[in-house]
């Protein structure tokens, strides 16, 4: 193996090429309508340009300011995270483009320095580490272009340069072409869960399980007992289903039914924040975002029993299920178990078991589950739609007989069992890529990779 260069600063070996930041441009600089593009941090991505943002400016602003025009094979760095100084090379799009200032541009002279073997070299693992001693800044981390320019790089022939990033470009292939397969291998899982579900909830996951049982109580009839119970302890309060017609057919024996008609449906409070005796108590509040979970097993906030007095938060039992009213991105619509008792705030609706209705909550969580998009379409209002309590009671569900509700959460869990152990699988050869990445960058900036001539 040849020996390795000696190490060059960045700053040297670019001194007869262009290092320069990326130019000033102020929001009032920028124009929508305008016919130079302007490329942001979100564009530079760790070795690809992402071409995610969308700014402009007019030509004759971009001349005003004195700005760099960007040629293809431009290799960017970022100076902020994340992660920080990662590198891409500038493809080049159909219309003039210049950078912001947290950007550097690298244009090498080609005598010198490949800009593909730049862009590994800078994305290399020893290459970032060295940035670490000049990192400023707390909430905004960045390292100026001047001390980017003093890490040194051994810099081989250019018939070297070519010959480890052509080595790189396949290793890249190969990570990309993995984790293509790994990201179809989870999108069928996930198929897969929703299909089952979908199953479960029409009656046709359990087809041969019903010839060969005999059912002791019709859904109609355990539905007709549910009923009863809950006249009886609620009174007045109690509205009987009104269900709309359904045309979808479901098994003899199951029957359609309305969530409200199965449990109590209620919803907490946020005490007011301004009272700070209502906060830092020993009751774990929860709100819509943690419903993400899952399962509920702990809190990051605490109300007080004062709080619990003088509001109408409410102290929920451990099996409640939590339904998202509100929330964000996929919050809105998902479905959760509390592990613990725990207040919510106005944000969830809690679906409240007793001992007449216990058993229905597995598997009115894979009805939720199931339907999560459905409900999600229940949605109303403008900006931020979101669910009410009255939506969630009258959502429409089909219920099979107790002794099959029970068969369904049974291979529901053990389907689901297997799928989590193939999403580990999948998780822990996604990690696998990713080391094997960084490895293969190490070893060829260290010369030991055949085939790159040191």
């Not at 541009?105 to 000049?134: C, G, H, K, T, V």
């Amino acid at each position: 193996m040849d020996l390795m260069p000696e190490p060059e600063s960045l700053a040297d070996l670019l001194a007869d090429g262009l290092f320069i930041d990326g130019d000033w441009v102020e929001t009032k600089d920028q124009d929508p309508d305008g016919e130079v593009r302007l490329i942001q941090l979100a564009d530079v991505g760790d070795g690809v340009f992402r071409d995610r943002s969308s700014r402009f400016l007019t030509m004759q602003k971009a001349k005003e300011l004195r700005c760099t025009f960007l040629k293809p094979g431009d290799v960017l760095v970022a100076r902020m995270p994340e992660p920080l100084g990662r590198a891409c090379i500038f493809p080049g799009l159909n219309q003039q483009a210049v950078t912001v200032v947290d950007v550097c541009i690298l244009r090498p002279n080609p005598s010198r320095a490949r800009e593909d073997w730049l862009s590994y070299a800078i994305n290399s693992p020893e290459f970032r580490a060295s940035m670490q001693q000049y990192v400023r800044g707390t909430t905004r981390q960045r390292i100026s272009r001047t001390n980017l320019g003093t890490l040194e790089v051994c810099v081989p022939e250019l018939e070297a340069q070519a010959n480890l990033a052509s080595l790189l470009d396949k290793a890249a292939l190969l990570r990309q072409s993995a984790k293509s397969h790994l990201g179809a291998a989870n999108k069928a899982t996930e198929r897969f869960r929703q299909a089952v579900l979908e199953e479960a909830c029409s009656g046709r996951l359990t087809a041969d399980w019903r010839e060969k049982h005999e059912v002791v109580q019709r859904a109609d009839e355990l539905v007709a007992s549910i009923t009863r119970d809950r006249m009886r302890r609620i009174g007045r309060r109690f509205k009987e289903a009104v269900l709309p017609e359904v045309e979808t057919p479901i098994p003899e024996t199951w029957t359609w039914t309305t969530v409200g008609a199965l449990v109590d449906v209620a919803t907490g409070a946020t005490p007011l924040r301004k009272r700070n005796d209502y906060y830092n108590g020993t009751i774990p509040w929860v709100t819509s975002g943690a419903v993400n979970a899952g399962l509920i097993t702990e809190a990051s906030e605490f109300i007080t029993e004062l709080a619990i007095k003088e509001t109408n938060a409410k102290v929920f039992p451990t099996g409640t299920l939590l339904v998202a009213m509100y929330g964000e991105g996929q919050t809105r619509g998902r479905v959760a178990e509390l592990c613990i008792p725990a207040a919510t705030n106005q944000a969830v609706a809690a679906l409240l078991f007793d001992d007449a209705n216990e058993q229905l909550r597995p598997y009115l969580r894979v009805f939720f589950l199931e339907n999560y998009e459905r409900i999600r379409q229940l949605s109303f209002g403008g900006v931020q739609p979101n669910l009410s309590l009255g939506v969630i009671r009258d959502t429409v569900l089909p219920l099979p007989p107790y002794e099959e509700q029970v068969e369904i959460v049974r291979r529901i869990v053990q389907l689901t069992t297997v799928l989590e152990e193939i999403g580990v699988r999948i998780a822990s050869c996604t990690r696998r890529v990713e080391r094997t990445s960084q490895a293969i960058l190490f070893k060829a900036f260290r010369g030991e990779l055949t085939g790159t001539g040191g």
